[in-house]
Structure formats: C-alpha cells, structure tokens
C-alpha cells in the first residue's frame, strides 16, 4: 500500500484557501465553450432582430458581460476580447467595463487570486501559473500577488504531483534509476515547478519507494 510523504522536521505545509463556488461559477478557466450555450433571449433577440441596424446599447453590452461574469470571474482583458469577438462596439465595452470595474463586479486581482487557487489545487506549479496569467493580460504586479500571497508549499505540491502520477508504480519491480528521475524531472518542469522544488520532490518518492520496498505491508 502506498505510503504518503515522508515527513521531514525542516518542512510545513502552509494550506491555501480552498476553491470556492463564489470564486468562479463554473470552473471554467480552461475552457468557455460554454459561455452562449444557455438558450437566447433578451440580448440576442435585440442583436438579431434587425440585422441592417441592430440595436446595440450601454445597456445590451453590460447585460452580456454580466452573463460572463457570473459564470467565473475574469481579467478585463479577458472580458473585453469575448466581447469584442461578439462584435460589439468597442467604445461601449470600454464603458461598461469601466463601469464593472468601479462597482468590483470585475477585479482583476480577484481574478488572479480566484485563477490561483484552482491551479494550485489542480497540482501545477508557480512558474506555469504565472505564465497562465500573463497569458491572460495581467499586469505583472498583479500576478506576482497572487502567486505571493497564496502561501502555497510548492515542495509539497511537486510532491503530491508525483504521488498522483507515479504513485500506483511504487513498490515492486520499480526502480528510482536515472531514466526514472529524467522522467519526473520532465514531468514537473511542465507542470511549472522550480528546481530545488523538483530535487526535493523526486527526493522524498524515493525514499517513499525505498520504504514501500523494505516494508511491503505498507
């Protein structure tokens, strides 16, 4: 049976703040495919009433970001490009998104933190959040925030990242050699973790391996 982390006097895990329904709706970050799959009214009877002069308004803009917003939350870059990709005016959703922004119904510092907390419990590490975030528009100082302040044990996560991936192989005729270790190297640089998060999870599989082959009751 497959035994969990070693424990070590010179490591805590610090926990981070659990994913929560508020956060984002519909855990939607990787995917949108589903934003306009709800059935049509309001908004889209007004844009295809009259396709020669269309009736596109403050007000049709700001109820169409909402319908966004509500799924998950989003960065204002994120939220004005499907809005522009909806052909909608550009002067208006700089407006309505100007307007979002003062009534804190779109953050993007919320969004960041939001978009933190679930790849972290999805086992990823900071580098490849940073780069998700960066990806999505967000200032620097932003991103960096919520990678900072979401206290994350990136030493822990690598670990736990293992564990899932490698777990099941422990024990028996495995064999922690170098083509091994190349393999979780690879595995957890993808995933965006630093080198001595990496030496330090390959590590600790080890003697986790090294334990499961001396003790097969565990």
């Known amino acids: ?19 929560t329904k508020a956060d984002f709706a519909d855990d939607g970050f990787d995917s949108d495919t589903s934003d306009d799959s709800a059935g049509s009214s309001g908004t889209d009877s007004l844009l295809d009433e009259d396709p020669e002069t269309p009736l596109i308004t403050f007000a049709v803009v700001y109820e169409r970001a909402m319908r966004l917003l509500v799924r998950r939350e989003h960065g204002r870059k994120e939220l004005e490009l499907k809005l522009l990709q909806r052909e909608l005016p550009l002067d208006l959703i700089t407006s309505v998104l100007d307007n979002l922004a003062e009534e804190r119904l779109q953050c993007d510092v919320r969004f960041a933190e939001a978009y933190t907390r679930m790849r972290v419990s999805r086992l990823y590490g900071s580098n490849k959040i940073r780069a998700d975030l960066q990806a999505r528009h967000l200032e620097q100082s932003i991103t960096e925030d919520a990678i900072n302040t979401n206290e994350a044990d990136w030493a822990v996560i690598a670990f736990e990242a293992l564990e899932k991936k490698f777990g099941r192989e422990l024990g028996g005729s495995f064999k922690m050699d170098f083509e091994t270790k190349a393999k979780m190297q690879r595995y957890l640089y993808r995933r965006g973790f630093e080198i001595p998060e990496i030496q330090s999870a390959i590590t600790d599989i080890e003697i986790a391996s090294t ?3 001396n003790d097969p009751q565990l």
């Open 1 to 19: 049976m497959w035994q969990k982390r070693p424990k070590r006097a010179s490591q805590k895990r610090t926990g981070w703040p659990a994913k």
């Open 211 to 213: 334990q499961v082959e």
